[in-house]
Every structure is written in C-alpha cells, then in structure tokens.
Nanobody, 123 residues
Framework: QVQLVESGGGLVQAGGSLRLSCAAS????????MCWFRQAPGKEREFVAL????????VYADSVKGRFTISRDNAKNTVHLQMGSLKPEDTAVYYC????????????????WGQGTQVIVSS
C-alpha cells in the first residue's frame, strides 16, 4: 500500500513557474513508476510526465515537453514536477500516481493516487 500526498499547487501568472511535490509513504517507493496526470474542468484526465523506478528515464506529454521536468528522490520517497513557462491551458488539478508496472502513460497502469493539487495559471 502506498499513500501519496501532493503539494505545491497555487495561482501563478502565465510565463511563471511552480514546483509540485508528491510525498509517498511506504518502504517500496523505489519499486514504483511514478507519474503525474492532470485534469482540467470538463476534460478527461491526461498524462503529463512519468519517471521510471531508478529515475534514469522520463517520458513527457508533447504539450509539456521542454517546459516541465519530473524528478524523484528514492531516499526521501518524493517525486517532483518542476513546471516552467506556464500557460493558461496548464490550469488543472494535478495528480501524482504510482504503479508497479513499467513506464506507461495510461491511467489504468497506476494503482495509487494522491488527492490532487490545484494549479491555476492566469493570463
């Protein structure tokens, strides 16, 4: 069982930056692929970024590539999402997720989810 708690969301102007964090409980954090998803009002949940178990491999959605960076610290059971050059279309609730399977971008691959943190980007 893994419990995930996100933090770091807030209101930011377009062009600004935010750093989201996800703290995980449990002693098996390093055995999970970690992922960020987001869901905007009226839209389906969408993949943002993932990082493999060791942190040596990452995958990004095209919409955030070059602007967002995912990282993890297995010693501290944390994963971060550094978001830069934010746009109003990045406004969404951002969710951290953990899954025991290999790197996959579909939400069904992830067994554990945080409660989400709201990001609002004003124009």
């Amino acid at each position: 069982q893994v419990q995930l708690v996100e933090s770091g969301g807030g209101l930011v102007q377009a062009g600004g930056s935010l750093r989201l964090s996800c703290a995980a409980s449990g002693r098996t954090f390093s055995s999970y692929t970690m992922c960020w998803f987001r869901q905007a009002p009226g839209k389906e949940r969408e993949f943002v970024a993932l990082i493999n178990r060791s942190g040596g491999s990452t995958v990004y959605a095209d919409s955030v590539k070059g602007r967002f960076t995912i990282s993890r610290d297995n010693a501290k059971n944390t994963v971060h999402l550094q978001m830069g050059s934010l746009k109003p279309e990045d406004t969404a609730v951002y969710y951290c997720a953990a899954g025991p399977r290999g790197p996959r971008t579909d939400a069904y691959a992830y067994d554990y989810w945080g409660q989400g943190t709201q990001v609002i980007v004003s124009s």
